[in-house]
């Protein structure tokens, strides 16, 4: 080891620049982290192929600025030195990361070079040499040195966009190769046009860097030291600012967890009104705000506005004036892909010989323009283009960026599909050919076979229990198995047997990384993207009838008389299900109704008999013990929610025909109390062996002041809502019930479920035990065990319990379990993943809904006519709820000429000069006509059209056409015509369309093609009942999809 000295020249506190002399060691054994080493290195953890015709040494400013490029699978043997790396980290915190992450996932050929701490590769500074030509050299010199510590059996190419690095170094060295990025691609990667893509759109915002030149638009922000010091003092506040999706122009709010500082007439949220006070902060930024003296503060405006409709109404109803300032600094951006649309061509934009410069306009609201520098701005007219922002300058009044790649035309399906994914962050290639290796096989060659080791070490339960699954109609991933036997000591068996994927999917290897970073099946309104290759989730950890399967139980032993539980046995078992039954034949079974059971219909007639009457009393017995629990929980405070409740029809070929309102069965709650019982009983057993390390989900209870449309709307209609715990909630909404009208209750459960806070994972070494609490389900302890193909939480929640009976044997483990930290890293990734599933499903049943009512004619078709009921009041109109669709939206009463809705004596409705007046319970219209009146939970009809929009997602447009119900009989009982036709209509338009494009023969553009999807005809036994089931029994929709403000 050799000790050196290295100089280094800072900026002190005061401006001065200080001297500073730092030791920097040198040693001659540093891993080189390839596997042709013949020197013996300490090359621990991934290393780089000895198959590959050369490893590629990016210099630091390719690093830089074309990481990008870099992040390609195609591209392999990728050494990043230390050099480049702090280069990178000089830039920001966000791409360094990127680099690490990039570093450390294996199904990436990149490994890390400490080429500083190398005594043979590493460069002094000399005096007078500028920083870049140094980091070049240093580069240049860990190439040598590579080719040279491989005994020259692999080349290596260094890729610069230095021309003079290129002409100093290319012929230096035999083996080593110094091209330029462009050149690198066209010899190496030609076939890889993506790649050549994104450099001429990189390359071309590089060249535009600089070019604004001018006045500044906005305020510089202040220095990080600065920012600090004024978080300490109070004097600023720090938060994520979040762009109102109804306002974008003109309204933002600070999201802050925490308010540290002495102020106590702050709340959580503060106003930043208009686009100069933002000062180039983006929506999801982490910001640093002054706020303005109390007498500049500004209120929140209450009028509906377009495409409003979904809101926390605990900030609707403030009107005084709150907090208000401005942005003064940045501590991180949070840049993500955007998709955005290139306009059609208005000759106000700039052009030069090569590209044009235009402003895109990205499909979310909240976004500003995005400057875009192109070679297609004419190719691309009216097409979805995904884009990523690079910097914006004081100088600017739009941020600059490059585009990625071309999703497709705005408005085909496919393209506003692939939208609704990238807008979210999810990004789900399907699974590569290594991942698919580690998977075992199952095919009528060579059938998979339980091993007989495995069945040594299980509990075998496929003689002595009935185990039997209950499932939505179709279903092919059956992660939940149940069972329930009388014993012979006089009690009751209850069991609940989980798919043991944790089997199939080692820690560490590929598919658990990919699984992790999905973290959740992903569920659209016409397909699916799992979590796990079909392979596990629809063959070898489906718990199939009449196959041997794996998997983790958890059986108790109840006392028969008071159902306490006795006994708990947790383990890994072998289990063959005998019944597999969707809900409407297990529900049939129960009211005795005549059904057909087909695993029963080759038997003779007294042995049939025998064994439906056996299913039965299962069935029977299954039903009288989740009464028990579930009279338990509601004793203890339990909630009741509504939800949009909306599912999937699918056909014999597993193709999706309607979204139909889901029919409520007991047999739904029954199977849910069974799951929600071994939830909280496996959270109970890991907490108790790692206290400080377990993966458990909690719903805190939810702010007072966002009950407060609730408490005012049961007011309205004589009933009184208390919300002080979860259990005078669910007392005063069962009470809150009107005999005349059904959707009354069903209304205020849904208002409650919006006013919920979110249930979250996290790890038990974060929070106080007080914290554990789920407020929705009343139980003291929580977690996800029962769904591991489709959660990523439930296969690390196995582990634990696999983990913590290994303790009770005595066995020790070979691999150490993930710290607090990692876990609770683990469990913030999982809560946005989750976050991301829910609005995309959101959005995806949005498309929809807007692609079925676009191509019909509102004025004539009767598809697009509705009845409505008004939840909520505001200054120019109501909220509605339209129990046939499922969808809840604004109607306008004053519309922006003024004009107010006067309705007639037969109810219908027109426009006519008039004013509007808001009371508490209803809003009256006086006009000429009169006045006209609109209360709280009054049946209204309303016609359906489609907002349209090139730039921006459809959304569905309401007006009302009569103050009196729609066919009044048949709103109470909501009819699935509409939604049967809807997913086919749509298909079928879709489908039209492709058929004309291919018939017109219109020129592709390089790659247009979409390989996101896994399943073009889904196995998908549930679109919304997925959501469905965690909004009414875990709360996982309770809370709104984005913070809106009205």
């Known amino acids: 080891m050799i000790k050196t000295e290295r100089v280094l020249h800072l900026r002190g506190c005061r401006g001065r620049r200080v001297r500073v002399v730092r030791e920097h060691y040198l040693r001659t054994r540093v891993p080189c982290c390839s596997c042709l080493c013949q020197a013996d290195c300490e090359n621990d953890g991934k290393l780089l192929p000895g198959d590959l015709t050369h490893y590629v040494v990016p210099d630091a400013a390719v690093v830089v600025d074309y990481l990008e490029i870099l992040e390609f699978r195609e591209l392999q043997g990728i050494i990043f030195t230390q050099t480049a790396c702090q280069a990178l980290h000089s830039k920001g915190r966000r791409h360094y990361n990127r680099l690490r992450n990039l570093v450390r996932d294996p199904r990436h050929d990149c490994v890390l070079f400490a080429n500083e701490f ?26 040598v040195w590579y080719y040279n510590h491989l005994a020259g059996m692999m080349n290596i190419v260094m890729i610069t966009e230095d021309p003079e690095a290129i ?62 010091a004024g978080i300490k003092s109070g004097r600023y506040i720090q938060g994520t600012l979040d762009v109102s999706k109804h306002r974008p122009q003109n309204d933002a709010f600070i999201r802050t967890k925490n308010i540290s500082n002495k102020n106590t007439d ?48 605990g900030e609707d109803s403030e009107s005084a004036p709150i907090p208000t300032g401005r942005v003064v600094g940045i501590l991180q951006r949070n840049w993500r892909d955007y998709v955005v649309t290139f306009p059609q061509r208005d000759g106000t934009q700039s052009q030069s010989r090569n590209s044009q410069r235009i402003l895109a306009i990205p499909w979310d609201h909240r976004i500003p323009k995005i400057r875009i520098s192109t070679q297609q ?111 012979a000591n006089g009690r009751l068996e209850l069991g609940v047997h989980i798919a043991d994927v944790t089997h199939f999917v080692k820690e560490g290897s590929l598919t658990d990384l990919e699984a992790r970073l999905r973290a959740t099946t992903y569920y659209l309104a016409d397909r699916r993207y799992d979590m796990l290759p079909a392979v596990l989730s629809a063959d070898l950890c489906s718990l199939l009838q009449g196959v041997d399967r794996y998997a983790m139980s958890v059986l108790w032993e109840l006392d028969a008389q008071s159902l306490e539980v006795q006994e708990v046995w947790y383990g890994r078992t072998l289990i063959r299900s005998s019944y597999q039954l969707h809900y409407e034949l297990a529900q049939a079974l129960l009211n005795g109704e005549q059904a057909e059971v ?26 009288h013990i989740a009464r028990h629990l579930r009279a338990k929980r509601d004793r203890g405070g339990a909630l009741e929610l509504e939800g949009v409740e909306v599912r999937a029809q699918l056909d014999e070929e597993r193709n999706i025909t309607a979204l139909v309102p889901r029919q409520p069965l007991e047999v739904h709650e029954t199977v849910a109390e069974c799951m929600i019982y071994a939830n909280h009983w496996v959270a109970r057993k890991i907490q108790e062996a790692f206290p400080n390390q377990a993966l458990l989900r909690r719903h805190p209870p939810p702010r007072e002041e966002l009950f407060s449309q609730l408490v005012d709307t049961a007011k309205a209609r004589g009933f009184t809502i208390c919300t002080r715990t979860n259990k005078t909630l669910a007392n005063s909404l069962d009470r809150a019930v009107d005999p005349q009208d059904p959707l009354v209750n ?153 004009l107010v809705v006067a309705a007639g004596q037969d109810g219908s409705c027109e426009w006519q000069s008039g004013t509007v007046r808001k009371y508490p319970d209803h809003i009256t219209t006086t006009s000429s006509c009169g006045t006209s009146t609109f209360r709280l939970f009054d049946h209204i009809t309303v016609r359906i059209s489609v907002h349209s929009s090139t730039c921006h997602g459809d959304c569905l447009n309401l007006e009302v056409i009569s103050n009196k119900p729609h066919r009044s009989a048949a709103s109470q009982q909501p009819s699935s015509r509409g939604h049967r036709q809807l997913v086919q209509e749509v298909v079928r338009q879709n489908e039209e369309a492709l058929a004309l494009e291919k018939t017109a023969q219109r020129p592709k553009l390089s790659k247009e093609e979409r390989e996101f999807r896994q399943s073009r005809t889904p196995s998908l036994y549930s679109v919304l009942e997925e959501i469905r089931e965690l909004a009414l029994m875990d709360l996982e929709m309770v809370s709104p999809l984005s913070a809106s403000t009205a």
């Open 118 to 143: 190398q005594e043979y590769s590493y460069c002094p500074r000399e005096k007078g040499e500028s920083q870049e030509k140094w980091q070049t050299r240093c580069v240049y010199s860990a190439a």
């Open 167 to 228: 002409a100093q170094y290319s012929s230096l060295t035999s083996g080593v190769y110094v091209i330029s990025v462009q050149d690198y691609l066209q010899s190496f990667w030609s076939d890889l046009q993506a790649a050549h893509e994104l450099y001429s759109s990189i390359s071309q915002a590089l060249q535009e860097q600089g070019g604004e030149d001018g006045e500044k638009e906005y305020a510089e922000h202040l220095p990080a030291e600065v920012l600090e």
């Open 266 to 313: 702050l709340l959580l949220n503060a106003l930043v009104y208009g686009r100069k006070n933002r000062n180039r902060a983006m929506h999801g930024d982490e910001v640093v705000v002054e706020l303005f003296p109390k007498n500049e503060w500004r209120g929140k405006v209450t009028a509906l506005t377009q495409g409003q409709g979904d809101e926390k109404s």
């Open 377 to 487: 701005a004419d190719t691309l007219q009216d097409h979805r283009v995904v884009v990523r922002v690079d910097s914006w300058e004081s100088t600017s009044l739009y941020p600059n960026g490059h585009s990625v790649r071309v999703l497709g035309r705005a408005g085909e399906l496919e393209t506003e599909v692939q939208t609704v994914l990238i807008e979210n962050c999810i990004h789900v290639l399907p699974f590569s050919d290594a991942q698919l290796r580690e998977m075992p096989v199952n095919s009528p060659e060579k059938p998979w076979s339980v091993d007989p080791s495995e069945v040594a070490q299980r509990r075998d339960l496929r003689e002595s229990h009935l185990v039997f699954s209950i499932d939505p109609r179709g279903c092919e991933d059956v992660d939940d198995t149940l069972s329930v036997r009388s014993l």
């Open 598 to 623: 087909p695993e029963l219909t080759n038997l003779g007639l007294k042995e049939k008999d025998a064994k439906l009457a056996q299913l039965t009393q299962a069935l029977e017995m299954l039903t």
């Open 746 to 898: 069903r209304l205020l459960r849904m208002m409650a479920t919006v006013a919920m806070s979110q249930a979250l994972y996290f790890s038990t070494g974060t929070q106080p035990q007080d914290q554990y609490y789920h407020y929705g389900l009343a139980l003291d302890y929580y977690t996800h065990f029962t769904s591991p193909i489709r959660r990523y939480a439930d296969i690390m929640v196995h582990r634990l319990l696999t983990a913590a009976l290994d303790i009770e044997r005595g066995v020790v483990s070979s691999k150490a379990l993930a710290s607090n930290k990692e876990v609770e890293e683990m469990a913030e990734h999982i809560n946005s993943k989750n976050r991301a599933a829910q609005k995309a499903q959101l959005l995806s049943t949005t498309l929809f809904q807007c692609l079925f009512f676009k191509e019909r004619d509102p004025q004539t078709d009767q598809c697009c006519v509705a009845d409505a009921v008004i939840y909520s009041i505001r200054d120019n109109g109501v909220l509605v709820f339209i129990p046939e669709y499922g969808v809840k939206g604004a109607v306008y009463l004053k519309n922006k000429e003024g």
